[in-house]
């Protein structure tokens, strides 16, 4: 770890024609006049929003380039003018605390609402977070704009499927859009930088010479932490903003079943599953509260009490569940809808936003209108914990939960003490987290309920114990499919996210694009390779395959279900580590081969801790796979048992029950792993 010696000693270097900010060899900070690191101006933003899906403009009206910069040594600090006789407007005080270096705008003037610092960066640099990118790993060469949104369908600006949802509600998203964005980036140069702010901001890897990092709001603070190796500053960066909640053990029992069809039909389909061999943990019946029927398929009624209707006798049934060693989980989000008790409960209460000229807010979610619970005002979510997370649903028997849509946000509400949405907009999730994790906390479950989160901002790391991918398309495409999912949970692991894992099969199906029992299997032996194995039926359960509706795919889906149990002494011991050091579980492979350029760009494969490599089949029709071996170790695959030296690429059978895997030999887990192919038999 950087020695504290080290920071303690950066300063501002004033040399001829530049400043500098140098530490342990990294440039952090150059300036000079011909090539200012700052540049303040004024914008107007242009934001509408339509069911979470947001299309955002600026005006920039003024940017200058502070290209005078006067360093005061004594204090730190550097004062940063337009013209040479002009007014300061911005300074920057350099500080040091509990071995973090920041960068801290002072002085700035009250005219400016747009910023952009150059950060120097070097040609052959990579550059990897901005929060849970879905698309790319590497960030180098592309802009990321940071606003959490829905991340659209199809992502993919040359296909028909995100031509024909841009068309019907501008919801086919780019390669950029992403339910968890955070303005952090590693560098390969093994430094992390951190923005302290909740703007909307555009990270731009595409020069050369500089990352431009732009907001539109002044940062309370540019933050950089500094290590000797990956895996101490990825520690650094995870203690920075928090452990995440370990992970329960019942979950390593088996997979979570995503049901939605009522009580007879989740009990119906959990004894056909346990009888066919499925290793189960926990049923997830996600319409507790009731189902409502619209254009985009089954929705929820969004209203969080137990549907009596559909889940009769529940508090038995809960019962009979736990004796059987199976939990019970739900769905809830921040909203409640218009047409149930709930929300004339907190409308009369005052505990919802308001429009700007009086009267609640309502957002569409299609077909249905909703309120939006004000979590600036502390005694709204207060109620939001004790009355729904508390009475309605821990209480009642849920052990868990999906926490959704944290990403909605209108930025045209008003919310209590006059906060700006546009500031809470990307602050949002982590409210909406914090309200999650106090209700299990003041239950007393912190560490036994799970609830698990697709939207997410810095911060949330401490909050959530478990991310989820969110709503990706039933196939196999480049930016919407399988593959996405491995990305996601790489970007968002090196910043702190230890646990991550997606709907196996996929969620999202329209314009007869529909899940394969292919695709199911595939999915299927991915996620055997991550914290959580759950299900789900879709948005349309009608017209896509689960996976009790094919021999061949429940009989696939047993088989991975038993492997994950096999590795559940594994997993526990990754969970350990995971606590006592912020690593994921789910790993570049970078992270422990940083002498083997080829690593750092790869993100269709990872390692799974540090003795498994896996690399995921994710592309349809294929009985054969090609996977990178890291040098400086040698590696087994797990199936046919052949050893291959590190540093180069090799292509092995893959047929459906068998995925890539390779064992680093050597490992002290090895004889345990060499017994997980019987388990798939």
């Known amino acids: 770890m950087t020695s504290s010696t080290s920071l303690a000693t950066a300063a501002f270097v004033q040399t001829e024609g530049d400043i500098r900010l140098v530490v342990d060899g990294r440039v952090l900070f ?3 006049e011909r090539n200012p690191a700052i540049f303040v101006g004024q914008g107007e933003a242009d934001i509408s929003m339509q069911r979470g899906n947001f299309s955002i403009r600026d005006y920039v009206q003024e940017r200058l380039a502070l290209r005078h910069a006067w360093l005061d040594q004594a204090a730190a600090r550097l004062d940063l003018r337009a013209w040479v006789d002009g007014p300061v407007l911005l300074s920057l005080s350099l500080q040091v605390q509990d071995n973090v270096l920041r960068l801290v705008p002072q002085n700035v003037d ?15 640099e990579h550059v990897w977070g ?11 060469g592309r802009n990321f704009p940071l606003w959490t949104s829905e991340p659209g369908v199809g992502r993919d600006k040359s296909t028909w499927l995100t031509l024909q949802a841009d068309n019907e509600a501008n919801a086919g998203g780019d390669y950029y859009h992403t339910n968890y964005p955070q303005p952090t980036y590693i560098s390969s140069q093994r430094y992390c930088l951190h923005a302290v702010t909740t703007a909307y901001a555009d990270f731009d890897f595409r020069h050369q010479q500089f990352h431009e990092l732009q907001f539109w709001a002044v940062p309370k603070a540019f933050e950089f932490l500094l290590a000797d190796d990956f895996v101490q500053l990825v520690s650094q960066v995870s203690s920075h903003f928090g452990r995440q909640p370990r992970l329960p053990e019942w979950v390593m029992k088996g997979a979570i079943l995503g049901l939605k069809n009522g009580r007879e039909h989740a009990q119906a389909r959990l004894d056909d599953a346990l009888d066919q061999g499925v290793a189960v943990s926990a049923l997830w019946c996600e319409d507790w509260e009731g189902l409502r029927i619209t254009s985009f398929g089954k929705r929820l009624f969004w209203d969080w009490q137990w549907n009596s209707t559909r889940y009769p006798d529940h508090a038995a049934w809960v019962a009979s569940l736990e004796a059987q060693d199976i939990r019970f989980m739900g769905y809830v989000n921040p909203y409640l809808c218009n047409d149930g008790p709930l929300f004339q409960e907190a409308q009369e209460a005052g505990y919802l936003a308001t429009r700007v000229e009086g009267g609640t807010y309502l957002v569409d979610f299609g ?48 919310l209590a003490g006059d906060a700006d949405p546009m500031l809470e907009h990307n602050a949002w999730p982590v409210r909406w987290a914090e309200v999650n994790a106090r209700a299990i906390a003041n239950a007393g479950k912190t560490g036994d309920a799970l609830f698990f989160m697709r939207a997410g901002y810095s911060g949330v790391q401490r909050h959530c114990p478990l991310l989820w991918a969110g709503d990706q398309s039933v196939d196999f495409s480049r930016h ?68 009790w509706q094919d021999a061949d795919t429940y009989a696939h889906f047993a088989r991975m279900t038993r492997l994950y149990v096999g590795l559940r002494p594994y997993l526990q011991s990754l969970v350990d580590e995971a606590e006592a050091s912020g690593l994921p579980l789910q790993r570049p492979l970078f992270l422990h081969y940083e002498q083997d350029p080829e690593t750092y760009s790869i993100q269709d494969q990872y390692l799974y801790g540090k003795d498994l490599l896996v690399a995921p089949v994710h592309a349809e029709g294929q009985r054969e796979w090609t996977a990178y071996l890291p040098r400086g170790d040698q590696w087994q695959h797990l199936w046919s048992g052949e050893r291959y030296a590190g ?35």
């Open 480 to 547: 919407d499919g399988l593959q996405t999912v491995i990305c996601g949970a790489l970007s968002s692991g090196l910043l702190g996210n230890a646990y991550h894992h997606s709907d196996i099969g996929g969620y999202t199906s329209l314009y007869d694009n529909c899940r394969t029992g292919e695709l199911f299997q595939r999915w299927a032996e991915m996620a055997a390779f991550t914290p959580v194995m759950r299900t789900h039926e879709g948005n349309r359960p009608d017209q896509n395959l689960q996976f």
């Open 110 to 124: 009250a005219g400016i609402n747009r910023l952009w610092l150059r950060v120097p960066a070097a040609a052959d």
């Open 130 to 140: 901005c929060g849970e990118q879905m698309s790319y790993f590497d960030l180098r």
């Open 30 to 32: 150059c300036h000079s």
């Open 647 to 681: 540093g180069q690429r090799v292509t092995v059978a893959a047929p459906l029950g068998q995925p890539p895997v390779f064992i680093r030999v050597g490992s002290r887990w090895q004889a345990t792993f060499e017994t997980l192919a019987d388990l798939a038999l």
């Open 367 to 414: 077909e249905f209108l909703c309120g939006v619970v004000d979590f600036t005002l502390p005694a709204a979510a207060q109620w939001f914990e004790e009355r729904i997370l508390r009475r309605e649903m821990l209480d009642k028997g849920l052990s868990g939960w999906m926490a959704d849509f944290g990403e909605y946000l209108p930025i045209d509400l008003k």
